[in-house]
């Protein structure tokens, strides 16, 4: 290959990858019996990472309708991405027994346009 041609693919791919949509991360505690941020916002077609940690003890992070379904162990970081391609409201919740206020560990990610 020649010189010339090696530095246009360089250049090349280095547009690229300022091109790619900046990956954001969002952090997400949970506990008993809650998640912080309950409301999660997002934007359709922009990827982010959910990074999830327990605070104190094994919990679950479950959004049916976009077919989520992690354990959350405490002492480890669940990332799970998400590009949302559809505008929305969707409700999360706690899918690990984790106490008597586990039904109301819950909340919504939430996409606009
Ligand atoms: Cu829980």
Avoid: Y
């Amino acid at each position: 290959m020649r010189r010339a041609d090696w530095l246009v693919i360089q250049l090349l791919s280095s547009l690229l990858l300022a091109a790619a949509p900046q990956e954001q991360v969002i952090q997400v505690t949970a506990e008993r019996f809650k998640f912080t941020p309950s409301v999660i916002q997002l934007k359709v077609g922009v990827p982010v990472v959910l990074e999830i940690t327990s605070t104190d003890r094994r919990h679950g992070f479950q959004v049916p309708d976009l077919k989520i379904d992690e354990n959350i162990e405490p002492g480890k970081v669940t990332r799970i991405r998400v590009v949302p391609d559809k505008a929305g409201t969707w409700d999360f919740h706690c899918s690990i027994f984790c106490g008597s206020g586990h039904e109301e560990m819950a909340g919504q990610i939430v996409v606009s346009p």
